[in-house]
């Protein structure tokens, strides 16, 4: 047996917090969804239009999740300044009024990229498995404790890394995608970075045992899971069927990208 094995939960000594914070940051780094080839190819400027938008559809159900569960977690804080400062998190998707914030800047992205904001807001093509896997992040946050759910939330250490990188292969591969439609990705870089450094410093905190401190940890990887669940059901689906992008589907990764690259913005495939 290898003299490596990690301790049985629970038993090990508390971690320092510069370990405890390097084994929390271990985990997106290993296990991040930037990993996932659907990811991967989309950065590559791989993904034909009808997959893009496929993964814009069913993206827009986690974004509509976040703001009920940010909710789930505000309702377990005893704390008038905690809870002030957890709601910040569910402006910034529902907005402070009708046509701001997160949500509303998903829906501008979707338009930007020829999908109607009727087709998102139904929710009508939204994949089972995307259902399942964020059905089981707002769950994992409603019944978890506090330190649990914080902790699911710092899969966003690794976030704004993500949108810049994302930004940079929207701009370069897929220009029938409005400018204006990448706004969502361009407030995220801020906004994860600060809710990262507030969740990451709550969770140092609040974890004062080891068993507690594997907790953060355990939830830090199943919410790594989550969004690599959540890719793979986007990335096995068929297009719909009277999609007009859908017949692209199936050609080898990298076709489509040297026909986007010829053409001008606002001229969609
Ligand atoms: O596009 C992405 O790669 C990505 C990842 C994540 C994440 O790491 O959970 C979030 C977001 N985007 C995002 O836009 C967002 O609002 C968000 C909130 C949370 C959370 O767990 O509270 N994660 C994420």
Redesign the pocket.
Known sequence: MSTLAPPPAGIGELWGPEEFTARLRAVPAERY?DRHPFNVRMHQGGLTPAELRRWIINRFHY?RR?PVK?ALILAKFDDSALRRSWLR?IQD?DGAAEGEG?IERWLRLGEAAGIDRGRLVSGDEVLPGVRLAVDGYVNFCRLGSPLEAVA??L??L??PT??RTRIDAFERCYPWIEAEGLAYFRT?IGQ?ARDSREALALVLAWADSRREQEAAVAALRF?CDV?WSLLDAVAAAESPAGDPAGASAGVPAGAFAEADLRQPAGERP
């Open positions: 969804h974004q976040i940010d998190r998707h997160g699911a939330s899969t966003e690794a976030a993500i949108m995220r994860g919410k969004l």
